[in-house]
Nanobody
Framework: QAQLVESGGGLVQPGGSLRLSCAASGIIFSTYIMGWYRRAPGKQRELVAT???????IYADSVKGRFIISRDNPKNMVYLQMNSLKPEDTAVYYC????????????WGQGTQVTVSS
């Protein structure tokens, strides 16, 4: 059974940094496009960044130049390094896996809260 478990969220001051981690199990990790999404209070869930097994990345315009997505295929891990955090980055961050072969099968983590506040 597929499972994605996020960690690393918390409270940080504006301008600070956090690193989110997502541990994947129950999937053939190298065949999945991994991503991070977020849902801010009162808003819809939105894409933050995605990364293919080969390392190709896509970022939302709002995080370009501040966030870095990476993955470690042998360890079945995906990371989100968040720098220069802003209050508007406050949200629940979700790890996501989408099968690269059929683009249909996908899985979500339970989410981790990130709060940017002074």
């Amino acid at each position: 059974q597929a499972q994605l478990v996020e960690s690393g969220g918390g409270l940080v001051q504006p301008g600070g940094s956090l690193r989110l981690s997502c541990a994947a199990s129950g999937i053939i990790f190298s065949t999945y496009i991994m991503g991070w999404y977020r849902r801010a209070p009162g808003k819809q869930r939105e894409l933050v960044a995605t990364i293919t097994s080969g390392g190709n990345t896509i970022y939302a315009d709002s995080v370009k130049g501040r966030f870095i997505i990476s993955r470690d295929n042998p360890k079945n891990m995906v990371y989100l390094q968040m720098n220069s955090l802003k209050p508007e980055d406050t949200a629940v961050y979700y790890c996501h896996a989408r099968n690269a072969l059929d683009l249909v099968r996908d899985y979500w983590g339970q989410g981790t809260q990130v709060t940017v506040s002074s």
